[in-house]
Nanobody, 120 residues
Framework: QVQLQESGPGLVKPSQTLSLTCTVSSGSIATKGYYWTWTRRPPGKGLEWLGDIRYDGSTNYNPALWSRTAITIDTSKNQFALQLSSVTPEDTAVYYC????????????WGKGTQVTVSS
């Protein structure tokens, strides 16, 4: 069974860049047909899709956040990463990585999530 684990700082200061890594185990991130995805859930709000990346490095981003978002993949480490720049307190959320069979949906495996708070 594929497992995903998020890691990264739990506290980020406003205007800085949020950086998270998702480590995938029991499955190769280089397998075709999957979208390695980042989502988040702000407090009191619904799940928000941030973007995804495929094995070949091709990406899709949420249009509302694309100018601040970068998702990269490292097949040698079986990891993919999220960078969100110029963060504000509105970026405070639980961040999840997941595997999907369709961009923007049809998730089959999820990480447990990691809390990121943006505060000075």
């Amino acid at each position: 069974q594929v497992q995903l684990q998020e890691s990264g700082p739990g506290l980020v200061k406003p205007s800085q860049t949020l950086s998270l890594t998702c480590t995938v185990s029991s499955g190769s991130i280089a397998t075709k047909g999957y979208y390695w995805t980042w989502t988040r859930r702000p407090p009191g709000k619904g799940l928000e899709w941030l973007g995804d990346i495929r094995y070949d490095g091709s990406t899709n981003y949420n249009p509302a956040l694309w100018s601040r978002t970068a998702i990269t993949i490292d097949t040698s480490k079986n990891q993919f990463a999220l960078q969100l720049s110029s963060v504000t307190p509105e970026d405070t959320a639980v961040y999840y990585c997941a595997r999907a069979t369709k961009s923007g949906g049809e998730y089959d495996y999820w990480g447990k999530g990691t809390q990121v708070t943006v505060s000075s």
